[in-house]
């Protein structure tokens, strides 16, 4: 019984992404060639033999930027791992599209089963799951959030496991490796992860009277955490110590809310990408409030989830008073920059919400119960058929150009960066501190982007060696960017002079061929928890493996 649910994902994932498959195309959003350059930088790594935490050195226009150290290490070398061995990037996306997809819909069967739902009601509420918020957002704009919904059911399972098990409210071994795998996929999906637990935390605590021994397992699941996760904090520590870090794009926080999709207009706005929510989903959802309001006390794992549910989407959407907020707190439109961001953990909560009314009312079958699943039967056709028109426009018109669809079937997986979209973002350059955010997205592109045809690039172990040809000694900005921790050698000689305010360093180049090295010091401590860090799982594995193992000897 544990493999035709998977069987049912995969088909309602092939009906999802269905028109991208016939079309055979190569769809894109705003982070697409982002993300597309940390992995291919990363699949590099691994493909050369050439390690390098820090600086990157085959992606981000070869220019020497950090990236992957502050932004989900472990998972970007996990992604360029299936990028070396899908071989295409066509390829890698549709595997990607089906590995997020059963990911959602399978922890989100693992929550609704642990809870004692149903199988049948369990396998519908887990497709409609992938088919709102910011799931449809990855397999058609790689909208990064979208990891984070995929591991939030298990996030809310330690959550809800707070309240539920009185024997052992905090598996610490549990709760440690939730957070640990989220903090090496997305860093503000753990910032979400986070708040989501807040409120389980609170109950857990009134429940059991403030009980010494939770506190011990939330301390050791922390500490554990940490061990797991020591590079990414490590790199952080290392970077902004000593740099100041151009944040990513500001955006006005009021316009990215939650709203109602509409049905007309089929370009971008249907359906759930860009936060929209289906006129029906919002129904059920109303539904469930009521049910709330008159069942106060029948479920508390209910009650809490669907209240603290509504409570998150209620702040996610454009009713919300974020014009306000980002008066205050003027940091949020860069850090936050979309509030409907925020529906990663507000569908979980609701989905569980509305498994565990349908579950604890309607055992008997009668009217009712035929009510409640021909909603839930409406709410997935309408969330299924809106994923599909999303996924057809974005394979018909959201394609960048032929050159670009000929680059994802090419095995030469560089070709794909050879277009005038890629790369513009400035985010985690080092700058200077009368930086102003909007303008060095521009900077970036007029001095490293547009410049680096003129140069010839190569790596040597984790250096990065640039070569030109020129007929006259003069000043230039070469196409690098440097921190403090970067060392160049120019012509053989240490710079130390002027860099621009993108971190470009500006030097003297002499008649005939001139060569410069970048390289990156990393600190002998961030190496110690860099092994820490893989020794931390090695030993986890070992551990998962002898339990395993003793379970199948009992």
């Not at 509420?125 to 909208?143: D, F």
């Not at 509504?310 to 979309?338: H, K, M, N």
């Not at 303008?439 to 007029?446: A, F, I, Q, V």
Request: some cysteine; overall charge positive.
């Amino acid at each position: 019984g544990v493999i035709w649910p998977y069987l049912i994902f995969i088909a309602v994932t092939t009906i999802m992404i269905f028109y991208q498959l016939k079309a055979g195309v190569f769809t894109s959003g705003a982070d697409t060639f982002f993300h597309s350059a940390r992995f291919y930088d990363a699949a590099m790594q691994i493909k050369n033999h050439n390690f390098s935490p820090f600086q990157s050195n085959y992606g981000f226009q070869q220019s020497g930027r950090v990236i992957n150290a502050l932004y989900g290490p472990a998972f970007a070398y996990l992604n360029g791992l299936i990028l070396l061995i899908t071989k295409t990037w066509f390829n890698y996306q549709i595997f990607t599209d089906y590995f997020i997809c059963l990911l959602g819909a399978g922890t989100m069967m693992y929550l609704l089963q642990y809870v004692k739902i149903n199988k049948p009601l369990s396998v519908l509420l887990s497709i409609l799951y992938i088919n709102i918020g910011m799931i449809p957002s990855y397999l058609n704009s790689h909208t990064f959030n979208g990891w984070g919904q995929a591991w939030m059911p298990l996030v809310l399972l330690c959550g809800v496991r707070m309240i539920k098990d009185k024997k052992k409210p905090i598996n610490w071994i549990q709760l440690m490796v939730v957070m640990s795998v989220i903090i090496q996929v997305h860093i503000l999906s753990t910032l979400m992860a986070i708040a989501l637990l807040i409120p389980f935390f609170i109950i857990c605590l009134y429940i059991n009277k403030n009980n010494k021994k939770i506190w011990i397992d939330l301390f050791k699941a922390i500490l554990g955490t940490i061990c797991l996760t020591a590079n990414v904090w490590g790199a952080y520590i290392t970077l902004y110590s000593s740099n100041k870090l151009a944040t990513p794009d500001a955006y006005d926080l009021r316009m990215g809310g939650v709203q109602l999709g509409g049905y007309k207009g089929y370009l971008g706005t249907y359906g759930t990408v860009s936060g929209h929510i289906l006129p029906i989903i919002l129904f059920l959802i109303i539904l469930q409030l009521i049910f709330i309001i008159r069942n106060f006390k029948q479920n508390l794992v209910n009650t809490t989830v669907t209240i603290y549910g509504l409570f998150i989407l209620a702040i996610a959407s454009v009713y919300f008073p974020w014009g306000v907020v980002q008066r205050i707190f003027p940091f949020t439109e860069s850090l936050f920059q979309f509030p409907y961001r925020l529906t990663v953990i507000a569908y979980p909560l609701l989905i569980l919400g509305i498994g565990l009314t349908i579950q604890l009312n309607f055992v008997q079958v009668n009217w009712k119960k035929y009510v409640s699943f021909i909603f839930v039967g409406l709410a997935l056709i309408e969330s299924i058929v809106s994923t599909i028109r999303t996924t057809h426009y974005f394979s018909s018109y959201d394609t960048v150009s032929a050159t670009v669809q000929r680059a994802s079937k090419d095995t030469d997986l560089s070709k794909i960066f050879k277009n005038k979209v890629y790369g513009r973002q400035s985010d985690y350059l080092s700058v200077s501190k009368n930086y102003v955010p909007g303008k060095m997205n521009n900077l970036y592109r007029k001095k490293v982007i547009e410049k680096q045809k003129y140069y010839k690039h190569f790596v040597d172990h984790n250096r990065l060696i640039l070569t030109w040809n020129v007929k006259s000694n003069k000043r230039v900005t070469l196409p690098l960017v440097m921190y403090s921790q970067s060392e160049l050698i120019v012509n053989g000689k240490h710079f130390n002079g002027k860099k621009n305010s993108v971190g470009s360093p500006i030097v003297l180049q002499r008649k005939g061929i001139n060569n410069a090295i970048l390289s990156f010091k990393v600190p002998t401590y961030f190496y110690v928890l860099l092994w820490i860090t893989i020794i931390s799982w090695i030993i986890l594995l070992v551990f998962c493996l002898y339990k395993v193992g003793l379970k199948f000897t009992k």
